[in-house]
């Protein structure tokens, strides 16, 4: 197919010979699209880079200004890795001058009307389902499901394999490998279906349970829990929730009752 007649190409941009781009699709300036990617119709890319293998469906824009009021045209772009799919409608923006990038990393799904905005960390492997958002500076780690209709606030941290349901609106930190639902969302237990099926082995997966029950449902402050932890010797898995938690700056998401959900084996 190659670039279609109709299509809009900037004279600076890099594109690769293998690229296709479709019909009335816009490439704008400081853009570089790697080998074997689909630039669908009525597409507009600019200010970005992108690897190996992207598809972007129609009218999906990728790299366009942050919408931020502070933002005055700074030269910022959107860096994307390799294989991602972008579909009908979705916004991802560039940064600001506070990172000067949004980042996105390979194999994600942005589902059609999803937003990831300025100065966003997007890890691998994400999905992000139909018109859910994240607001600026979010960091979403490797394997993160988030269904549909969620709002991410601004500089807030989504953990490595966490699910987040469906309408959910997150306002705090989501530790690693939890699930979270709700408005404003509660964890709901440990995301255990996913965690199997990432080939996690059951004495891993027990003591992320026993981790989680000593974080969330014991009655200790979260940093006596956390030490607790710390002190017997935590697994990978624990040690990485601990450091997520350590880290967080605009609080964690906690259950809403203190107990156990009975959902938390299947959700």
């Known amino acids: 197919m190659g670039i279609h007649p109709t299509a809009v190409v900037h004279p600076a941009a890099k ?7 479709g019909p009335f699709a816009v490439i704008g300036p400081d853009t570089v699209i790697g080998p074997g990617c689909f630039i669908g119709p009525h597409c507009v890319v600019e200010y970005a880079t992108l ?77 992000m389902a139909n018109a859910t958002g994240l607001a600026g500076h979010v960091e979403v780690a490797d394997n993160a499901i988030l269904s549909t209709m969620i709002g991410v606030h601004q500089f807030t941290r989504i953990g490595r394999m966490v699910m987040v ?7 705090k930190d989501v530790p690693p490998f939890c699930v979270a639902q709700g408005d404003r969302a509660h964890l709901r237990g440990l995301n255990l279906v996913g965690l ?17 029950a000593t974080l969330f449902l014991s009655g200790l402050r979260l940093d006596e829990a956390a030490a607790k932890l710390r002190a017997a010797g935590p697994t990978p898995e624990v040690a ?3 450091d997520f938690i350590a880290k967080t700056k605009r609080g964690v998401t906690r259950p809403l009752s203190g107990k156990a959900e009975e959902e938390e084996a299947e959700v």
């Not at 594109?15 to 781009?21: A, N, Y």
């Not at 009218?59 to 502070?70: A, I, N, R």
């Not at 916004?91 to 994600?108: D, F, K, P, Q, Y």
């Open 165 to 171: 349901s469906a309408g959910s609106m997150i306002g």
């Open 196 to 212: 199997r099926r990432s080939g996690l082995k059951p004495p891993a997966i027990r003591a992320l349970k026993d981790a989680y």
């Open 51 to 127: 690897g190996r293998e992207n598809r972007l469906a129609a009218s999906c824009f990728v790299g366009g200004p942050p919408q931020d009021l502070h933002y005055k045209g700074e030269p910022t772009r959107l860096v994307m890795g390799d294989r991602n799919t972008v579909r009908e409608g979705a916004t991802l923006n560039r940064g600001t001058t506070a990172t000067h990038e949004t980042r996105i990393g390979s194999g994600c799904l942005f589902m059609a009307l999803s937003h990831v905005a300025h100065d966003c960390r997007v890890g691998n492997n994400v999905i």
């Open 240 to 242: 990485e929730m601990l």
């Open 15 to 21: 594109i690769d010979p293998s690229v296709e781009i």
